[in-house]
């Protein structure tokens, strides 16, 4: 069987080597026993055991999703054999020390790892990235006792983790979570609620499932600062680590979704008997900041998933148009005349350029978020960590957001592209599809990214963030100079960029006085910001471009920089103009939405 193509392998090598200097964080204390030949063989391994062990079974996953039998939960043969795989080879434990048995690599090339294995099967993947998260979130908060508890098993893969926020009356409103935690006389508590859609919150993949779940300590005060985070295993766990009896966690129902199959979603009951017993994860009523570098971290997942079912789709639909005879050009008249190949066509190039300019850009865009978190963890100075996380921080939103809808719609664009075939099971387009439409939900949703982005990333620290992304934006620009075919692309950014601080400036006081019609609208906002971004990283790929051009290629380096300069000039010219008149309607502080009564619908 001929292996599925996963990414462009090119691009992948693009991003690391030439765009973010992969190489050059193996000057760094942490990460000085690597070299690109370590690297390598990571990313060699990874490619290896995503196609053969998650990508087989990720239609099947599809069509026989998780199902409640004979008192467990049931899943496709090859769910358990893939994570068992992965968990064996290291990679949940990628970024860990060494001396904890982690591999102690970058999170740029761990990313571009995962990023194989979430193209192969991103339902699969859920499994173990909610876990490796889930650590990370021990790891940092968690006392000696929990870490030595937890912290190996859990990046061994003996133990797979959760993050368990939502509760039916509550949806994405934190605020009214209502999940409560008793303290009891050994210094545990007594938990008791309810939650709903928790990813991986039931199956056999591993001896325990450890849930962090987020409840109210007795007296605590309502809303989001009341709340406290604790461990909550399936099976408790005693000093020693080993696994005993029943925690009184009952699944209460498997939940049936519209994509995204594979991986279980469950509604859990916590204390149902009273018997449920958690543990404290950091001071009591900061739950939220412990929880949030876990979510954090799955939103930048959630935004390469988004990009990887966008580029499998893309890959789907270019084979497709390069292998279809259809049709024949406009004006050709004579119907003996053989047919051309949909890749012939204009309205099909049209397509595959759009998703081209979708899919590479936002992989560039996770990639270089992945390395503002080496940076924030390893930069040289104090000044550069702090100004590389408070650069994730306004950037994340974008980062999960802009590929859940544009990736999206190159899902939708590859299903147009396979024309009827698209729609049909038959091909696996429909599914990629269907597996991004939750990415633009769950771990935070477009409007709640929106919000976050607008009326809090841009104005934080008045405008500080704002400013470290004016000063990285201004150093591509000037880079760019040098090359007279990107002239045009220079000064179309320099504009927008503009526009975009015009219109925060414009917005600042409303926000300050009335929220709630400032963020009316931050649905825009989102959008424009996210496209300024994108058309960002596509002028700095270009500039790589350029510089090899002109150092000179082989034939196929030069096809490639070739299609980065023209899939760069397409977002040019027919994606950041829609920039423009978005921020100029919200400049307007337009109240349409606003003023429409609940009971004129």
């Given amino acids: 069987m001929t292996p599925v193509e996963l990414l462009c392998a090119r691009d992948l090598r693009f991003q690391l080597y030439e765009l973010l200097g992969a190489e050059a964080l193996t000057q760094r204390p942490r990460y000085a026993e690597h070299n690109r030949e370590t690297f390598e063989a990571a990313i060699d391994t990874a490619q290896s055991m995503a196609q053969s062990l998650f990508a087989p079974h990720n239609r099947e996953a599809d069509e026989h999703e998780p199902r409640f039998q004979d008192g467990r939960v049931q899943m496709v043969a090859g769910v358990a054999p893939a994570v068992r795989a992965f968990c064996d080879a290291g990679f949940l434990a990628a970024t860990a020390d ?4 982690g591999m102690q690599l970058p999170v740029l090339v ?33 006392s000696d006792a929990q870490k030595r508890r937890y912290l190996g098993a859990l990046r061994a893969g003996r133990f797979f983790g959760t993050m368990a926020l939502t509760e039916p009356q509550a949806g994405s409103s934190l605020s009214d979570l209502c999940s409560s935690a008793t303290p009891l006389a050994d210094g545990h508590y007594a938990i008791k609620g309810q939650k709903i859609f928790i990813s991986g919150g039931d199956h056999d993949l591993a001896e325990n499932i450890v ?19 604790f461990i909550v295993p399936k099976f408790r766990v005693d000093d020693d680590g080993r696994v005993g009896g029943s925690n009184d966690v009952a ?3 498997l939940i049936h979704k519209c994509g995204w199959r594979g991986t279980t979603s469950t509604m859990l009951s916590f204390g149902e008997n009273g018997g449920c017993v958690g543990e404290l994860i950091g001071q009591p009523h900061a739950g939220l900041a412990c929880m949030f570098h876990m979510m954090n971290e799955a939103r930048i997942g959630v935004g390469m998933g988004a990009v990887m079912l966008g580029y499998r789709g893309y890959l789907a639909a270019l084979a497709y148009a390069r292998e279809r005879p259809q049709g024949r050009h406009p004006g050709a008249k004579d119907p003996s005349e053989p047919q051309r190949m949909l890749i012939e066509h204009a309205d099909v190039r049209r397509m595959l350029l759009a998703q081209k300019a979708y899919v590479e850009g936002a992989y560039s865009l996770a990639m270089t978020a992945a390395r503002l978190v080496d940076e924030q963890k390893t930069g040289e100075s104090d000044t550069a960590r702090n100004e590389a996380s408070l650069l994730l921080d306004l950037l994340t939103p974008i980062v999960k957001s802009w590929p859940s809808q544009w990736c999206l719609e190159a899902n939708s664009l590859a299903i147009q592209v396979l024309g009827g075939y698209g729609y049909t099971r038959e091909y696996p387009v429909e599914q990629y599809w269907r597996d991004n439409r939750l990415n633009m939900i769950h771990e935070g949703t477009h409007g709640i990214q929106a919000m976050d982005l ?3 990333k841009v104005v934080i620290q008045n405008g500080a963030a704002l400013a470290l992304l004016d000063r990285q934006i201004g150093g591509t620009l000037v880079e760019a100079q040098p090359w007279p075919a990107l002239d045009e692309q220079v000064r179309a950014l320099a504009q927008a960029w503009d526009d975009v601080q015009a219109t925060v400036d414009a917005l600042r006081p409303l926000l300050a006085q009335d929220p709630r019609a400032g963020l009316a609208n931050a649905h825009l906002f989102l959008e424009a910001f996210g496209h300024l971004v ?31 300069l023209q899939a760069c000039r397409w977002f040019f010219k027919w994606e950041l103009p829609r920039v423009a008149p978005q921020l100029a309607l919200l400049r307007s502080q337009d109240d349409t939405v606003l003023n429409m009564a609940a009971d004129w619908f």
């Fill in 98 to 101: 060494e001396a904890s048995g």
């Fill in 110 to 142: 761990s990313q571009a790892c995962w990023s194989l294995f979430r193209s192969a099967n991103v339902a699969t993947t859920s499994y173990v990235g909610l876990t490796a998260a889930n650590a990370n979130v021990i790891d940092k908060f968690g």
């Fill in 211 to 229: 849930h962090l779940v987020l409840a109210r300590l007795p007296g605590a005060k309502p809303g989001v600062h009341g709340l406290s985070l």
């Fill in 251 to 253: 699944l209460a129902g």
């Fill in 454 to 456: 607008l009326g809090r």
């Fill in 534 to 564: 994108l058309a960002w990283t596509w002028l700095r790929q270009a500039v790589v471009a350029e510089r090899a051009l002109a150092a000179g290629t082989a034939p196929d380096d030069e096809a490639f920089y070739r299609g980065k």
